[in-house]
């Protein structure tokens, strides 16, 4: 792999590195033994080993065959390198060099592949300068502190636990410690003028004890098992780092290596540019190896780091051009404005959130005031039972329908189709805020266009979506108007100018709006057209009144109304309601009579008694709520408007200023209907007595004709007898 090249280039590393090492920290040449290969740690162009590299570095099967052993002591045919036994130090090998070799190269020393479990004696090897190991068996650092000319130490593929045994060599340049058992950074506080440290392939878990290496240019801890970046601050003088092939998640402080160029952080488990973002940071870095990682197998992978990295040349060893970071520019720029839109949209679906929160708040608080005021909204003006309108018997849908459903009916329409409706509560004290776009929100209240459905929430927002500029085509568009956390009795008086402001609309939804009884549903009568109603069963009382549907299909018959509810209407419907509610109209036609058929052409006299005394009755009421009216408004008109009250919606208002008409119906409804019960009972009583006597008179007729058939001169004298001679 081309991440493992640099313990590669190593085994070559040692021969191409001589003197010149001594030049200052810039001299290139023993930047070269580690660096002259690709990004990453890869070989670029290796040269082919000179002769003497082939004789220095054998192979281990030639170098055990061609070495021998002579009283303890071997001698190496290819390098002329002698190992004896130390006298000294018994069990540590005594190496030591022909003078014929010590004088071909004094500085440098080629001891790989010797299976040396320990660092050896090296006698008369105080110039060396460089030293290799590697490929043996070494598991501990020491005997070197007597080298102290050292530059260039290289113990790769070794058995090193702890790197240790250095402090002496202040003048160490390049130190490769890599594929060992090394599991901490540490003992390294004498090298400061360090330039290439490789620990690669090791046991390492964290980056540390580094940052008093300021003239580090090369760091290479590929193969590891780091799992965060950190502790890079004092290296001043990096330029590349290698962390291929650890469990890397998350980088930082890479923007603190001011001169950084080469960062290789291939095969980790990076999975997000916020992982790395530091490196937007890195003014210097300009080639960058992400490949193996989650990361970069995103859709925006390479734009990302174009965009955020302005001086990448490479990316995962392939060029970056100047056309791909302009392109990637534009693309940056379309995703920026698209993610300005959808901010703002979450910024508006929030402040749309917290409407629809603060109005349903207010919806619960006054409901809590209406049930602490027994059911009723609480109202300046005091309800009096003389205000409500008169509770009224439906008649049976069919005369062989089931008795006790009639019963339960009539008892529920009783109790709550017509009570009193209470006001509706005052007007917020809070303006609403300023519209924008599609809406129209506040703190307390919302209206909101979402394509064909204008969504109101709250006390105002009725008044707001009425007040505001929708324009022609959105306004046109809308179809469907639904109110949430709304009083009806705000909503109901708004029909006719919804009708105009918003002429497509066939569909209503109410939820929470405190529709209690029937009466209130004639206000849709305002509308244009109305195909589909739902009145939720969520804040509605009316939705427990057993025959509130068919009163709207009775009442807004006109609207040929296709659903309610979800419930398809079918004829049927539309027959029953009839049925059920078309004795509203005979009270119409009661009323209307009053007013236009005068009292005295009643052909019966105890009708015209009766009729007599209800009209004064009405009059009188008429007079009384009308004496501060302009005389020209008689009390017979006001008797004419009576008429329509049943079928009519009525606000608190208007209620409360009609309450002696109000009064004055129910008594002549209650008049009107105790003159059908008379007359019912009347005739009743005639048919019973026709019942009882028809058999003496049919006996009687019978046996008379029959003796007028016998005696026809009795019958002629009987007939005679019944006329009267005068008349003829």
Not at 121 to 139: A, C, K, P, T
Not at 167 to 191: A, F
Not at 586 to 593: D, E, N, V, Y
Not at 609 to 628: C, E, F, I, M
Request: hydrophobic content about 35%; proline content about 5%.
């Amino acid at each position: 792999m081309c991440s493992d090249s640099l313990e590669v280039k190593q085994s070559r590393a040692f021969h191409r590195v001589g003197p010149s090492v001594t030049a200052g920290p810039g001299q290139r040449n023993v930047s070269n033994s580690a660096e002259q290969r690709r990004p990453g740690g890869s070989m670029s162009g290796k040269q082919p080993p000179s002769q003497h590299d082939s004789e220095s570095v054998p192979d281990e099967s030639v170098a055990s065959s061609a070495g021998y052993k002579n009283q303890g002591t071997t001698i190496n045919a290819g390098d002329r390198v002698i190992i004896a036994d130390s006298a000294e130090e018994p069990g540590v090998p005594l190496v030591y060099r022909t003078p014929e070799e010590r004088a071909y190269n004094i500085q440098r020393l080629n001891l790989d592949k010797r299976q040396l479990e320990v660092i050896p004696v090296l006698q008369g090897e105080d110039e060396l300068r460089l030293l290799n190991f590697q490929h043996n068996h070494i598991s501990r650092m020491e005997r070197l502190g007597s080298f102290r000319k050292l530059v260039f130490i290289d113990l790769y593929n070794n058995k090193i636990e702890e790197i240790d045994g250095l402090d002496e060599l202040r003048g160490l340049r390049v130190l490769m410690l890599g594929k060992n058992r090394i599991r901490s950074i540490s003992n390294l506080h004498s090298l400061h003028k360090l330039d290439v440290l490789d620990l690669h392939g090791n046991l390492i878990e964290d980056i540390d004890n580094l940052a008093h290496l300021a003239e580090l240019r090369v760091l290479n801890l590929a193969g590891n098992q780091i799992a965060v970046v950190r502790n890079l601050s004092g290296l001043h003088s990096l330029a590349e780092l290698n962390l291929r092939r650890n469990h890397i998640t998350y980088v930082k402080e890479v923007d603190c290596l001011p001169v950084l160029q080469r960062l290789f952080l291939s095969f980790n488990r990076i999975q997000s540019f916020e992982d790395i973002e530091c490196l937007s940071q890195a003014q210097a870095l300009s080639e960058v190896t992400l490949d193996g990682n989650p990361f970069a197998e995103t859709q925006n992978y390479k734009m990302r780091m174009m965009l955020n990295m302005s001086n990448l040349r490479q990316l995962d060893m392939k060029r970056v051009t100047d056309e791909e970071k302009r392109n990637a520019l534009i693309v940056s720029r379309k995703e920026e404005e698209k993610k300005r839109e959808m901010e703002k949209s979450v910024a508006m679906k929030e402040r749309k959130r917290a409407a629809i929160a603060n109005a349903a708040k207010q919806w619960d608080e006054l409901m809590k005031q209406h049930q602490g005021t027994g059911g009723s909204k609480p109202s300046s003006r005091s309800c009096s039972g003389k205000n409500k309108l008169p509770a009224l018997d439906l008649p049976p849908a069919s005369p062989h329908s089931n008795m006790s459903r009639q019963d339960s009916a009539r008892s529920t329409y009783r109790s709550s189709a017509f009570e009193e409706r209470p006001p509706p509560p005052p007007p917020p004290s809070d303006k609403p805020g300023p519209a924008g776009g599609e809406c129209d929100i506040s703190n307390s209240h919302l209206a909101d266009i979402d394509g064909e459905v204008l969504n109101l929430y709250g006390t105002g927002s009725v008044s707001a979506a009425l007040d505001k500029n929708w324009g022609v085509q959105a306004a046109g568009v809308v179809n469907t108007i639904s109110f949430k956390f709304i009083d009806y009795d705000e909503i109901a008086p708004q029909f006719a100018r919804m009708r105009a402001r918003f002429p497509n609309v066939s569909t209503l939804i109410f939820e929470d709006t405190n529709i209690r009884h029937l009466s209130q549903l004639n206000a849709l009568s305002q509308l244009r057209k109305l195909d589909y109603l739902h009145i939720k069963s969520s804040g509605n009382p009316i939705v427990r009144v057993r025959l509130w549907t068919s009163y709207v299909l009775f009442r807004h018959s006109a609207f040929s109304i296709k659903k309610i509810n979800d419930h398809m209407v079918t004829p049927e419907d539309v027959s029953q309601a009839e049925r059920l509610f078309g004795g509203i109209t005979s009270i119409q036609a009661l009323l209307s009579s009053i007013c236009l058929t005068p009292a005295s052409n009643s052909a019966d006299g105890a009708k015209k008694k009766s009729s007599t005394a209800s009209d004064s009755d009405l009059r009188k009421a008429g007079k009384h709520s009308v004496s501060n009216q302009p005389q020209g408004n008689s009390a017979e008109n006001r008797l004419c408007q009576l008429s329509s009250l049943p079928l009519q919606y009525l606000s608190d208002d208007r209620k409360a200023g009609q309450s002696n008409e109000l009064t004055a119906a129910k008594s002549v409804c209650s008049r009107h209907l105790s003159s059908l019960v008379r007359d019912v009972t009347s005739v009743d009583q005639r048919t019973r007595l026709l019942h009882h006597s028809w058999d003496a008179m049919f006996t009687n007729l019978v046996t008379q004709y029959s003796s007028w058939l016998l005696d026809s001169d009795k019958f002629v004298t009987h007939t005679l007898a019944q006329l009267d001679i005068s008349d003829i």
